[in-house]
């Protein structure tokens, strides 16, 4: 006989201890939870499946994220803390979880999710798919370039006070890319509403770049245990807004070489650091695939700016099996930065499966590849590359971890 599927609703208060368990069961985290595991944490949602005798044996949670398209916020149901009990798996809990989580997110007015797999075929199966990969590298710091100090820019320590305008910076420098986190929102309140109570940074240390008191770059790092030769300065958040903060940022984290000769950090693909940094000598610390997929292609498409050089149609049938509010036959229509998608009864000759809109939005394959990879189907003699309409905004990132 076939077991019945688990009932999933979201937890309450009650659960957070059983819930912390299975995760620390399926993470390894350290036995005794932290104050923040077990208690309503604003911005979330967490998911849990429970057996027919109520036992909970699997979990999940909708981070309210929301992220920059190309000027534009758009608002994510990012996924975490995906586990469940081992003598659960393979019967279907984690699709279970995963389709009340993306119902609930089209509820409260989600258009996009993005998630870090421990594997990918689990979420494949679900819609998503890979978009990209979040890279952690290790420089030698002795190879980093000492500048000569630039006389009009002041290097100071940050505070917990100097963090509204941090915000702001890094705002100023994601808002023009696709993906990234705004930080903006309930959750990121809350955690910094924690640091301002508590007049702590969130890194052992925070570096302020300014010109004529006004802020232009930053570096939070974390600076490790001793400093002998596995001596580690690790950088949590780096950003600048001129090439000017960026050489002073880079030659003060050089000056560091002597105690941390090794300087770790993440930097998504055309940053303006990424110039000034001997990356030709980076070597791999960690890669952090990332995966997409669409909630609500309606909102997905409009809500995100697009390039204003862009125009054209396109129509498509889209199979969104675990989202049906998304299956259908679309006509997409781009002009002046702006986007629409609308149903219509046009006879559609591309048939797209949502894995492969997932492609397409994130900018991470053309039309031809996706049809290669059979994520998108079509008769002989029809070019496919009508749909390279849906990935024009180019290549999504995530900078942020989660």
Do not use: H, I, Q
């Given at each position: 006989m076939h077991s019945r599927p688990p009932h999933v609703r979201e937890l309450t208060e009650h659960d957070h201890t059983d819930a912390w368990t299975l995760g620390r069961l399926a993470f390894g985290s350290d036995p005794q939870p932290p104050p923040q595991a077990t208690t309503a944490t604003?911005?979330?949602?967490?998911?849990?499946?429970f057996d027919t005798t109520g036992r909970l044996i699997g979990k999940a949670v909708d981070l309210h994220h929301d992220q920059w398209w190309d000027g534009r916020?758009?608002?994510a149901a990012d996924v975490?803390?995906?586990?469940?009990?081992p003598e659960a798996r393979g019967r279907g809990v984690a699709r279970t979880l995963l389709t009340a989580l993306l119902r609930g997110a089209h509820d409260r007015g989600a258009a996009v999710s993005a998630l870090y797999p421990t594997v990918a075929a689990p979420y494949r199966a679900c819609g998503w798919d890979i978009a990209g990969t979040l890279r952690t590298v290790d420089l030698p710091t002795a190879l980093l370039t000492r500048h000569r100090p630039a006389p009009h820019?002041?290097?100071?320590?940050?505070?917990?006070?100097d963090l509204p305008a941090v915000d702001d910076l890094y705002e100023r420098t994601a808002r023009h890319r696709r993906g990234l986190l705004t930080r903006r929102g309930p959750l990121f309140d809350h955690h910094r509403a924690r640091a301002t109570a508590t007049g702590t940074l969130p890194f052992d240390g925070l570096t302020l770049v300014e010109h004529d008191g006004h802020l232009t770059g930053y570096a939070g790092w974390d600076r490790g245990r001793g400093y002998g030769p596995d001596g580690t300065?690790?950088?949590e958040d780096l950003a600048a807004t001129t090439a000017d903060a960026a050489r002073e940022l880079v030659s003060t984290l050089a000056s560091w070489h002597s105690v941390a000769p090794t300087l770790r950090l993440t930097l998504p693909p055309g940053d303006p650091l990424t110039a000034h940094l001997p990356v030709e000598k980076a070597r791999e610390h960690q890669q952090d695939t990332w995966m997409h997929r669409p909630v609500d292609v309606t909102?997905?498409?409009?809500?995100?700016?697009?390039p204003a050089h862009i125009r054209g149609t396109a129509t498509f049938t889209l199979d969104d099996p675990l989202a049906d509010w998304n299956t259908g036959t679309w006509q997409l229509e781009i002009t002046d930065?702006?986007?629409?998608l609308r149903r219509t009864d046009t006879d559609a000759d591309l048939h797209l499966t949502v894995r492969g809109f997932a492609l397409l939005y994130t900018g991470t394959a053309t039309a031809r590849t996706v049809a290669q990879t059979g994520l998108l189907h079509h008769s002989p003699g029809t070019d496919p590359a009508t749909l390279d309409l849906l990935a024009a905004g180019g290549p999504a990132q995530l900078g942020d971890y989660f």
């Open positions: 604003p911005g979330t949602t967490r998911y849990g499946a916020t758009v608002t975490a803390g995906v586990a469940v009990a820019l002041t290097v100071r320590p940050g505070s917990p006070d300065l690790t950088v909102r997905a498409v409009t809500d995100r700016g697009w930065g702006t986007a629409e």
